[in-house]
């Protein structure tokens, strides 16, 4: 079955620098690979996603990127601001087929003002 | 507004005492998923329904059960709640086929005295 790593597992930077966080996968068949930001004691909610027949997505200061050959997908966070404090999962499943969600361990991101 | 609703948010039982979570959905999404979360940890999957399909993770205590009458409701029994129990259970829809991504309802915190 499907295997998410994920990378850091905690990640401080300062307010208006960049984040990066990174994930691995582990079945080639996998094609859909959404990231989901959680603050503290609410719900995971999807911030972008991003299908293997694209190598990079960008909406406003998040971007991600794909590399299928590598198995491996990133998410960039420009010009970080103190609300984009929170924890971000990665995930990996497949689009047309039934498949279940497989989470990344993830990231706890705190922006230092 | 579609969505995903979970009741109640906070539920307190004794430890033994058997305890149901409920969550509706307004989406029309095929499959509903219960995932148990725990602090600092990423959602873990108990069992999820593909229509009427019943799928349960292999790692799953008996202590789980699950029911879904109708498409739009789903339940998550707890038969005899033990102290290690105790997390935030989501529910999350998605739709199959069109690489949805999950939608998660606001969440139940139990709590096991």
């Known amino acids: 079955g499907e295997n998410v790593e994920q990378h850091p597992s905690t990640l401080s930077v300062q307010e208006g620098d960049s984040a990066v966080i990174k994930c691995t996968y582990s079945d080639s068949a996998s094609n859909y690979f959404p990231w989901y930001k959680q603050e503290l004691g609410k719900r995971p909610q999807l911030i972008i996603d991003i299908r293997s027949n694209v190598g990079e997505k960008k909406d406003q200061r998040i971007a991600v990127t794909l590399n299928k050959t590598a198995k491996h997908f990133s998410l960039h966070i420009t010009e970080t601001q103190p609300e984009d404090s929170a924890v971000y999962f990665c995930?990996?499943?497949?689009?047309?087929?039934?498949?279940?969600?497989?989470f990344g361990p993830g990231t706890s991101l705190s922006v230092i003002p | 507004d579609a969505m995903v609703i979970q009741n109640p948010r906070y539920q307190v039982t004794q430890f033994g005492k058997p305890v149901t979570l409920s969550c509706s959905q307004t989406l029309n999404h095929n499959v509903m998923y219960w995932y148990q979360q725990k602090s600092s940890q990423a959602p873990k999957l108990l069992f999820h329904?593909?229509?009427?399909?019943?799928?349960n993770e292999a790692d799953t205590p008996d202590n789980f059960q699950s029911r879904r009458p109708n498409t739009s409701f789903c339940f998550l029994d707890i038969r005899s709640p033990g102290l290690g129990d105790a997390a935030m259970y989501l529910c999350a829809t998605s739709r199959v086929g069109r690489g949805s991504p999950l939608h998660f309802g606001n969440g139940t915190r139990l709590t096991v005295t």
């Open positions: 329904y593909y229509d009427k399909d019943f799928n």
């Open positions: 995930a990996a499943s497949k689009v047309t087929s039934y498949d279940k969600v497989i």
